[in-house]
Structure formats: structure tokens, C-alpha cells
């Protein structure tokens, strides 16, 4: 059981709009929390996709976003493309697990 | 550039222990932390701890304190993890990844490590 819920899937067919919700509580992403996301291709090791709530590292698409409100964040994906089929996590902090890291389970992104 | 290599995949028996390096290279060791993350087949992420590359502070994952130490030695700037009396379902892929605030996520990840735990 993650202490960030993800909808375990979510599906777009090229160039609509999707988006992946990501809700914690009062004490991680309620409490003022960064809210990151990372994208995992197949066999691969995540990378870093949204830092910071709504920061994209450089080389990130702007067709990544993220948002937060209260106690849930959003990833939106627009223009959605075949290559961006894969694994998507958030993850933040959380005030009641002294510091600790904490993600959500994932949401798999199925481009139809 | 910056980067972390990990160690080779590693095959133990339950009740062993398992010590995964991760080398980094291309910043200064001591301004980051590194955050180490678990992934069991078909799962998925599970944050396991954070050590500061400056002072070896570290911060646990509740379910596995007492079975993970992390270390690192900043001669070489490398971080280790080290997880005992291994159990099967602690077969998994183990990442480590940069991590310097709370602001910034984990920017850069080593490449991964399999560890199976079988009999």
C-alpha cells in the first residue's frame, strides 16, 4: 500500500491529453510538499520528468506539466505520442516518516 | 557528465547479505545525498533510505530499518548499500540515485542492480 495514490492506468490515443492524478495527506503533499515525477521506460531506470511541482529538467518536453492542489498533485501530458508509453511515478516527502521519501504505486500509460 | 555505476547483479541465498556499490562521478560527492530505491519484478518503486554524501546522516525506510546500512566513502566517492538476512521477496532491482533537496527530486540514477534471492 503506497502512501501516494495513482490510478493504476490511464490511456490516450495520439496527440489527446491525459492526465495522472497523484493524492497523498496533510502530511506529505498537503504539508507543503514537492511533488516529483518520473518516467520509466521498459528495462530502464526512471528519470526525472517534474521536479519541484511544475519544473521540467532540461530536455523535458513542455508537453510535461505538473500542478498541486490541497492534498493531490497532476501530471498532464499533452500531444500525447507513442513514445510516451510507459510507467509514470510521483513521489514526495512525507512529515510523519521523518523525512522519508515516499512514491506512489505508478500508473501505466497506455498510448492507444 | 554526471553519472552512477552500480554494481553487477548478484545471486544470494535467504539469510545472506547483499552489498550494492554505486560510484559516482562527474560532481562533488560531498554536495549531494544519495537516495537508494527498490524496484521487486512487475512492482513498483519503493524508496529504501538516504545517506548525505557530506556528513553520512541517514534517514531509513521504516519496513526495512534494522536489515539496510548505508555508507559511503568519499575517498572514492562511492555509496554502498547493505541489506542482511535476505529474504525472497527481497529479490529486485536496487537503484541508487542523486538527491540533494526536497525541492529537486532525484535527478540522476545508476544504471541498477539485480539481486535474486533464491535457494
Known amino acids: 500500500q503506497s502512501v501516494l495514490t495513482q490510478p493504476p492506468s490511464v490511456s490516450g490515443a495520439p496527440g489527446q491529453r491525459v492526465t495522472i492524478s497523484c493524492t497523498g495527506s496533510s502530511s506529505n503533499i498537503g504539508a507543503g510538499y514537492d511533488v516529483h515525477w518520473y518516467q520509466q521506460l521498459p528495462g530502464t531506470a526512471p528519470k526525472l520528468l517534474i521536479y519541484?511541482?511544475?519544473n521540467r529538467p532540461s530536455g523535458v518536453p513542455d508537453r510535461f506539466s505538473g500542478s498541486k492542489s490541497g492534498t493531490s498533485a497532476s501530471l498532464a501530458i499533452t500531444g500525447l505520442q507513442a513514445e510516451d508509453e510507459a510507467d509514470y511515478y510521483c513521489?514526495?516527502?512525507?512529515?510523519?516518516?521523518?523525512?522519508?521519501?515516499?512514491f506512489g504505486g505508478g500508473t501505466k500509460l497506455t498510448v492507444l | 557528465q554526471v553519472q552512477l555505476l552500480q554494481s553487477g547483479a548478484e545471486v544470494k541465498k535467504p539469510g545472506a547479505s547483499v552489498k550494492v556499490s554505486c560510484k559516482a562521478s562527474?560532481?562533488?560527492?560531498?554536495?549531494?545525498?544519495i537516495t537508494w530505491v527498490r524496484q521487486a519484478p512487475g512492482q513498483g518503486l519503493e524508496w529504501m533510505g538516504w545517506i548525505s554524501g557530506y556528513n553520512g546522516n541517514t534517514i531509513y525506510a521504516q519496513n526495512l530499518q534494522g536489515r539496510v546500512t548505508l555508507t559511503t566513502d568519499t575517498s572514492t566517492s562511492t555509496a554502498y548499500m547493505d541489506l542482511r538476512n535476505l529474504r525472497s521477496d527481497d529479490t529486485a532491482v536496487y537503484y541508487c540515485?542523486?538527491?540533494?533537496?526536497?525541492?529537486?527530486?532525484?535527478?540522476?540514477w545508476g544504471q541498477g542492480t539485480l539481486v535474486t534471492v533464491s535457494s
Open positions: 540515485a542523486r538527491d540533494l533537496l526536497s525541492s529537486r527530486g532525484f535527478d540522476y
Open positions: 562527474g560532481y562533488t560527492f560531498t554536495s549531494y545525498g
Open positions: 519541484g511541482t511544475a
Open positions: 513521489q514526495s516527502y512525507d512529515s510523519s516518516l521523518s523525512g522519508s521519501r515516499v
